[in-house]
């Protein structure tokens, strides 16, 4: 079993549709849950950090984080044609941070 | 943005040469990180870095040397590169706080090909 576990995608939503994006782990002593974008050809841009249960907004973006059931998820709300990305979530273990692969996102016109 | 400055950001080379990349940061961040990208792996985590001259390996260390003589500036080398070692290698930096573990940022990437 994958400690970090994203569906891989492609993921397609249509513009101004709420984008609904999930990962699983592992490891259930994990405390801190980071949600990066990574345009192609590009690096990683964190867009999202979250350390308690429930959710967290900032913007057009909320994390929800259950630790009860280890899965956190990221919700993209009116999404646009630039959110057309690769998001990788990130969790952190026994002072071990481990990405996932990555779920590929694209926004419909 | 994070200052992190990777360099070269190409760089194409044949098999057996020494090859080494740079990561310069200028935030005073005491963790820094090597990591790699390929397709169907993801980042993974080459080796990193503590404090000065404080280094450890990680999942995917073989091959692979680090040293870090400055705060400022890690370096990755491979000592005698494989086709195998052709991927995108990011450098990336955090800030452990008190508060608990700090995300990481990260640096713009090198492409390294190796014939």
């Known amino acids: 079993q994958k400690e970090v576990e994203q569906n891989s995608g492609p993921l397609s939503v249509p513009e101004g549709a709420i984008a609904s994006l999930n990962c699983t782990y592992s490891?259930?002593?994990?405390?801190?849950f980071f949600w990066y974008r990574q345009y192609s050809g590009k690096s990683p841009e964190l867009i999202m950090s979250?350390?308690?249960?429930g959710d967290k907004e900032d913007g057009r973006f909320t994390a929800q984080l259950n630790k009860a059931s280890q899965y956190v998820s990221l919700l993209i709300r009116d999404s646009q044609p630039s959110d057309s990305a690769t998001y990788l979530c990130?969790?952190?273990?026994?002072?071990?941070?481990?990405f996932g692969t990555g779920t590929r996102l694209t926004i419909i016109p | 943005d994070a200052g992190i400055t990777q360099s070269p950001r190409h760089k194409v080379t044949e098999t057996g040469t020494p090859v080494t990349l740079r990561c310069h940061q200028t935030e005073n961040h005491r963790y820094m990180y090597w990591y790699r990208q390929d397709p169907g792996h993801g980042l993974r985590l080459i080796h990193y870095?503590?404090?000065?001259?404080?280094?450890d390996k990680g999942e995917v260390s073989d091959g692979y040397s680090v040293s870090r003589s400055k705060t400022e500036d890690f370096l990755l080398t491979l000592e005698s590169a494989t086709s195998s070692q052709t991927s995108v290698y990011f450098c990336a930096i955090s800030e452990h706080s008190g508060g608990g573990y700090q995300p990481q940022h990260f640096g713009d990437g090198t492409r390294l090909s190796i014939l």
């Open positions: 979250i350390y308690s249960n």
């Open positions: 870095s503590y404090g000065v001259k404080d280094t």
């Open positions: 490891d259930r002593g994990s405390q801190s």
């Open positions: 990130a969790v952190v273990g026994n002072e071990k941070l481990t």
